[in-house]
């Protein structure tokens, strides 16, 4: 069995949101000093999922794979770490720099040269963008059945069983593999990196292919035209009144006139 598991580099989302830079001539986030990227913390519980799944089926393979910059080894190193077997980085723009489409689009390629595989696991969206588009055009563009925001992942009898999380409940889905699932942050938290596989993780293979090896006729579908933060303005008027009454006679009246009530 091989599962493949795609992860993505990203700012860290847990620093202060004083240190989050915009630069707007570019449309891009800037990188601050001394703030290290790191993987998607839904890729990481991905990850999670597919070494779960691996523990009750030693046979099995985990491949991590990421559309990035050279930094993005650093994320594929992580997920050796954490007890995965291979990693491939198909060298392209600055993770979070292709939109959707692209990305899914030159990660389609590179899976179907990793053919054949079982199971694809994807974190439910990235904890940057937030569009949780990636994983449903991959699945369409290699033909797969997919199910999202699963809290936990089963492989039995040639198919999936995934406990999915809908807004009043769980819901049990099984389909045929292979297939592609979306792991959510109800799996739990994912394990971390001990020392023996932190020492083995430097000889396991890691693959790096340019993406126009991969996939020349990626090109933009879409384009932005803006990126930036949004200015929170607040205004503030006292009401006066010489008593409680005639004070609330007068917000009652400013909120009819502007139409809030």
């Given at each position: 069995m091989?599962?493949?598991?795609?992860?993505?580099?990203?700012?860290?989302?847990?620093?202060?949101?004083?240190?989050?830079?915009v630069?707007?001539?570019?449309?891009?986030?800037?990188?601050?000093?001394?703030?290290?990227?790191?993987?998607?913390?839904y890729?990481?519980?991905?990850?999670?999922a597919?070494?779960?799944?691996?523990?009750?089926?030693?046979?099995?393979?985990?491949?991590?794979?990421?559309?990035?910059?050279?930094?993005?080894?650093?994320?594929?190193?992580?997920g050796?770490?954490?007890?995965?077997?291979?990693?491939?980085?198909?060298?392209?723009?600055?993770?979070?720099?292709?939109?959707?489409?692209?990305?899914?689009?030159?990660?389609?390629?590179?899976i179907k040269?990793?053919?054949?595989?079982?199971?694809?696991?994807?974190?439910?969206?990235?904890?940057?963008?937030?569009?949780?588009?990636?994983?449903?055009?991959?699945?369409?563009?290699?033909?797969?059945?997919?199910?999202?925001?699963a809290?936990?992942?089963?492989?039995s009898?040639?198919n999936?069983?995934?406990?999915?999380?809908?807004?009043?409940?769980?819901?049990?889905?099984?389909v045929?593999?292979?297939?592609?699932?979306?792991?959510?942050n109800?799996?739990?938290?994912a394990?971390k990196?001990?020392?023996?596989?932190?020492?083995?993780?430097?000889?396991?293979?890691?693959?790096?292919?340019?993406?126009?090896?991969?996939?020349?006729?990626?090109?933009?579908?879409?384009?932005?035209?803006?990126?930036?933060?949004?200015?929170?303005?607040?205004?503030?008027?006292?009401?006066?009144?010489?008593s409680?009454?005639?004070?609330?006679?007068?917000?009652?009246?400013?909120l009819?006139?502007?139409?809030?009530?």
């Amino acid at each position: 069995m091989k599962i493949l598991v795609c992860v993505k580099q990203i700012q860290d989302p847990e620093i202060a949101p004083g240190l989050f830079k915009v630069d707007e001539a570019s449309n891009s986030v800037v990188a601050v000093p001394g703030i290290a990227q790191v993987i998607s913390p839904y890729d990481e519980q991905a990850i999670e999922a597919a070494l779960r799944i691996k523990e009750k089926t030693p046979e099995a393979k985990v491949v991590v794979i990421t559309l990035g910059a050279a930094s993005a080894r650093d994320v594929l190193k992580h997920g050796l770490s954490m007890g995965a077997d291979e990693a491939v980085l198909v060298e392209g723009p600055k993770n979070g720099s292709a939109d959707g489409f692209v990305t899914a689009s030159v990660l389609s390629e590179a899976i179907k040269k990793l053919a054949p595989f079982d199971l694809i696991l994807t974190g439910r969206q990235s904890a940057d963008l937030d569009a949780g588009v990636v994983a449903c055009g991959l699945a369409e563009l290699l033909g797969i059945p997919s199910v999202n925001f699963a809290k936990s992942v089963d492989v039995s009898d040639g198919n999936v069983v995934v406990d999915r999380v809908l807004d009043n409940g769980f819901e049990k889905i099984q389909v045929q593999l292979p297939a592609l699932v979306t792991v959510s942050n109800e799996m739990g938290p994912a394990r971390k990196p001990n020392l023996r596989e932190t020492m083995k993780a430097s000889r396991k293979p890691m693959q790096s292919w340019p993406q126009n090896d991969v996939n020349k006729d990626a090109g933009a579908s879409q384009e932005l035209i803006r990126l930036y933060v949004p200015i929170k303005e607040k205004h503030c008027e006292i009401i006066g009144g010489t008593s409680a009454g005639e004070t609330a006679q007068m917000l009652v009246r400013k909120l009819r006139d502007g139409r809030l009530i």
